[in-house]
C-alpha cells in the first residue's frame, strides 16, 4: 500500500510557538504539497515541492514555510504559530506536477494554537 | 484564476436514494478534472477522474462525465449506502497544481 504519513494526528500549541509538522511518503514521489483544510473553504495550497531543497509558494503562504532536505520528507514551520492557523493541515504527494495525476493524501493533523 | 464550485451541503439522504452532487469549474486550457472522498477521521483519496472532454470517470458505483460545454462535472450514483457518508470534494488539475471545491458533506441514513 501506498503510503503518505504524518508525524501527528493532533498537537496543541500555544501562541509564538515554533511549531513543525512532518510529512514522509514511501512512494518515490517527485512532487509534494502542504494544505489547509477550513470548513467552508475546501483546501487551500500553502506551499508545494517539485524536487529536494525546491518550494514554490501556493496560495496562502503567509506565516509558514517548508523543508524539504530529502525526497521523501516535507516539513512545514509555522515561524511563530497564531490562533488564526488552528486548522487540519493534510500533506500530500504524486508522481508528476502535471494535472491529470493523482494525488495521494496523509490522514491529516489537526492543529491547535491556544 | 483557476476555481471549483460545489453544492453546498449537508445532503441527507435515505439509503439506496440516487445521488447527485453538482460541481462547476473556471480553467484556462484544458484541466483534468476529480473527486475525491474523505471518510471521517481520514484523509482524502481519489474517488474518479476523468482527463478530457466527453470522458466518464467511474469507481465504486459513483461516476462522472466531463462535459466541457457546460463547464461540470457533477457526482452520480444510483444507490448509495451508509457506508457512502463522507465529504466529496471536486478538483481540477491543470499543469502545477489542484485546485479544490469546498466540498459536500453526504449523510446517508437507513
Known amino acids: ?114 | 484564476g483557476d476555481s471549483v464550485t460545489q453544492m453546498e451541503g449537508p445532503v441527507t439522504l435515505s439509503e439506496e436514494a440516487f445521488l447527485t452532487i453538482n460541481c462547476t469549474y473556471t480553467a484556462t486550457g484544458y484541466p483534468s478534472l476529480f473527486w475525491y472522498v474523505q471518510y471521517p477521521g481520514e484523509g482524502l483519496q481519489l474517488l474518479l477522474k476523468a482527463t478530457k472532454a466527453d470522458d466518464k470517470g467511474s469507481n465504486k458505483g459513483f461516476e462522472a462525465t466531463y462535459r466541457k460545454e457546460t463547464t461540470s462535472f457533477h457526482l452520480e450514483k444510483g444507490s448509495v449506502q451508509v457506508s457512502d457518508s463522507a465529504v466529496y470534494f471536486c478538483a481540477l488539475g491543470t499543469a502545477s497544481k489542484l485546485t479544490f471545491g469546498t466540498g459536500t458533506r453526504l449523510q446517508v441514513t437507513l
Open chain 1, 1 to 114: 500500500d501506498v503510503k503518505v504519513t504524518q508525524s501527528s494526528r493532533y498537537l496543541v500549541k500555544r501562541t509564538g510557538e515554533k511549531v513543525f509538522l512532518e510529512c514522509v511518503q514511501d512512494m518515490d514521489h517527485e512532487n509534494m504539497f502542504w494544505y489547509r483544510q477550513d470548513p467552508g473553504l475546501g483546501l487551500r495550497l500553502i506551499y508545494f515541492s517539485y524536487d529536494v531543497k525546491m518550494k514554490e509558494k501556493g496560495d496562502i503562504p503567509e506565516g509558514y514555510s517548508v523543508s524539504r532536505e530529502k525526497k521523501e520528507r516535507f516539513s512545514l514551520i509555522l515561524e511563530s504559530a497564531s490562533t488564526n492557523q488552528t486548522s487540519m493541515y493534510l500533506c500530500a504527494s504524486s508522481a508528476r506536477l502535471t494535472g491529470n495525476t493523482e494525488a495521494f493524501f496523509g490522514q491529516g493533523t489537526r492543529l491547535t494554537v491556544v
